[in-house]
């Protein structure tokens, strides 16, 4: 059974703080990671996907991948309230599948 | 770009009849189209998996014959759900894969599917 680990949380951080979000996997041949964010009764919205180790940016938010540690984690920087939402951690199976795997999400708080 | 919508956006229907879900790629050809269904508080569950012109693969347990999938053109997707029941009530979602030949998947908004 390949597995994606995440924190469940919640996690809460005051407004402008760093939220730092983890997530682990076991398929040790999977080649693509994503982060989505999902509002309550909304459907997931893409955040991040990464490919390589190392760190990815885009504005606020940065993904970083390690590989050999089957670790994929996102930190946000200056933190806003409408940052609140689950965050899904996904990934796809060794060969070549679309399928995504996904996390049971970490509920970020934002505090004002 | 990468816009998929979803029609209706919410849907109440009476057991036993049956409910048609549309799903579209509007602004990228869709290689790929997955159907998610997501109960209250619990996280995604794949149902199925289609590819224009091919017969959708489901994921174990779930009913083909209930859940009928047509994915009759690269920016459409139809999920049927068929002589539905209180417990096929929902939150419906589609996804769509193969903008700028990436595996990544965006999703639709959802459908909300309540069976009285």
């Known amino acids: 059974q390949k597995e994606v680990e995440q924190n469940s949380g919640p996690l809460s951080v005051p407004e402008g703080a760093i939220a730092s979000l983890n997530c682990t996997y076991s398929?040790?041949?999977?080649?693509?990671f994503f982060w989505y964010r999902q509002y309550s009764g909304k459907s997931p919205e893409l955040i991040m996907s990464?490919?390589?180790?190392g760190d990815k940016e885009d504005g606020r938010f940065t993904a970083q991948l390690n590989k050999a540690s089957q670790y994929v984690s996102l930190l946000i920087r200056d933190s806003q309230p409408s940052d609140s939402a689950t965050y899904l951690c996904?990934?796809?199976?060794?060969?070549?599948?679309?399928?995504?795997?996904f996390g049971k999400g970490t509920k970020l708080t934002v505090n004002p | 770009g990468a816009v998929v919508s979803q029609h209706p956006s919410w849907v109440i229907c009476k057991s036993g009849t049956s409910v048609k879900i549309e799903c579209r790629s509007l602004?990228?050809?869709?290689?790929?189209m997955f159907w998610y269904r997501q109960f209250p508080k619990q996280s995604l569950m794949l149902m199925a998996t289609?590819?224009?012109?091919?017969?959708?693969?489901?994921e174990q347990g779930v009913e083909k014959d209930k859940f009928l999938i047509n994915h009759a053109s690269l920016t459409l997707s139809t999920l049927t759900v068929t002589s539905a029941h209180p417990e096929d009530s929902s939150f419906y979602i589609c996804?769509?894969?193969?903008?700028?030949?990436?595996?990544?998947?965006?999703f639709g908004p959802g459908t909300r599917l309540t069976v009285l």
């Open positions: 996804s769509a894969s193969g903008q700028g030949g990436t595996d990544t998947q965006y």
């Open positions: 289609s590819n224009e012109g091919s017969k959708a693969t489901y």
């Open positions: 602004d990228f050809q869709a290689t790929t």
């Open positions: 996904a990934v796809t199976l060794q060969g070549g599948s679309e399928k995504l795997v």
């Open positions: 990464i490919y390589s180790n």
């Open positions: 398929d040790r041949g999977s080649q693509s």
